[in-house]
C-alpha cells in the first residue's frame, strides 16, 4: 500500500477545505512484482478510481542503508494544470 501526503495539510470540515486535502494525496493498494529495477503494482483500489485495475509502475535503487523510489515521468494527477513530472522518495535505514 501506498499512501503519499502533503506536508503543508490543514485539517478542515468545510467543503473546500475538504477538497484541498484530497488534493493533496494520493492512496492505492495492491499486489506487487518486481522486474530488475522496478516494481510493479497491480492497483486493486485507488483514491483515484482511473488506476483501478491498472498497473503502477516505480523505479527502485537500493545502496547500502538507502532506499529511493522513483515514479515514471508523468502528468500530475493532484496539481491542475496536469503538468509533467515525477515523484522521488527516499528512505534510510536507521541502524
Known sequence: MALIT???REPGQAEQQQAALFRTMLSYTGTYWVEDDKFI???DLSWN???NGMD???YFQLDENRLDIVSAWA???TLPDRRIG???LSWARDI
Open 6 to 8: 502533503s506536508a503543508e
Open 41 to 43: 503494482t497491480k492497483v
Open 49 to 51: 478510481e482511473a488506476w
Open 56 to 58: 503502477q509502475v516505480r
Open 75 to 77: 502528468p500530475s494527477p
Open 86 to 88: 515525477r515523484a522521488i
